[in-house]
């Protein structure tokens, strides 16, 4: 049964560039966070997506944007890239939104991403 | 003000002996999370508690909703045990908060 795969791995980007970060959820989950952790921090919330739609949404600029397909994977997009951006960026599934707490979260191994 | 408190931030420790790593938190919860990340980034669930105690191996956690505040025990540390342990919180919206991290290194 695959966990949560996360694709690419590693990713260089120049300032100002774009970039499209995906996620598969575990088999049998619906929902997908996604998270930033910067070095030596730990991960921040960016936004939670259930139903193709965006459920929740941490304190990140609009620059951060996402999409849910029917099949339940997600991608995260970051426009107009700052140093700033440089960190891991992870995905989590869950089942249904809003009850994590009840059934847990299955982590991928994260998105390296490094701005130039 | 981080709403999850980890303490304390590194800590080392020699094989065989017994570690504790604290969290406090501020917030209503439905659940807390012990996760542990190793360094390639990849994070792993170990507990997720809403009262009482869990035991998985060497692992120990424990978790007083009135006093905020869990704990997570390693008995019998060994190196491979090294690596970072996350302290996080899902509130009532499945939304997950998470501590700084404990880094942990047990040295043979």
């Known amino acids: 049964d695959a966990g949560v795969t996360q694709s690419p791995t590693h990713l260089i980007k120049t300032r100002g560039q774009q970039v499209t970060l995906r996620c598969s959820p575990k088999s049998g989950h619906d929902t997908v966070s996604w998270y930033q952790q910067a070095l030596g921090q730990g991960p921040q919330f960016i936004f939670q997506y259930y139903e193709e739609e965006e459920r929740q949404r941490g304190n990140f600029p609009d620059r951060f944007s996402g999409h849910q397909f029917p099949n339940y994977s997600s991608e995260l997009n970051v426009n107009a890239l700052l140093l700033g951006d440089s960190a891991l960026y992870l995905c989590?599934?869950?089942?249904?939104?809003?009850?994590?707490?009840?059934?847990?979260?299955?982590f991928g191994s994260g998105t390296r991403l490094t701005v130039v | 003000k981080n709403e999850v408190e980890q303490s304390p931030q590194n800590l080392t420790a020699q094989e065989g002996e017994f570690i504790t790593i604290n969290c406090s938190y501020s917030?209503?919860?439905?659940?807390l999370h012990w996760l542990q990340q190793h360094p390639g980034g990849g994070i792993v669930s170990l507990f997720m508690l809403s009262s009482g105690k869990k035991k998985h191996g060497r692992l120990i956690a424990t978790i007083n909703i009135q006093e905020k505040h869990s704990s997570l025990h390693i008995t019998a540390s060994h190196p491979r045990d090294s690596a970072v342990y996350i302290c996080?919180?899902?509130?009532?919206?499945?939304?997950?908060?998470f501590g700084a991290g404990t880094q942990v290194v047990v040295t043979p």
């Open positions: 996080a919180v899902t509130d009532s919206w499945g939304k997950l908060q």
């Open positions: 989590a599934s869950s089942l249904g939104s809003g009850t994590g707490g009840v059934y847990g979260y299955t």
């Open positions: 917030v209503g919860i439905s659940a």
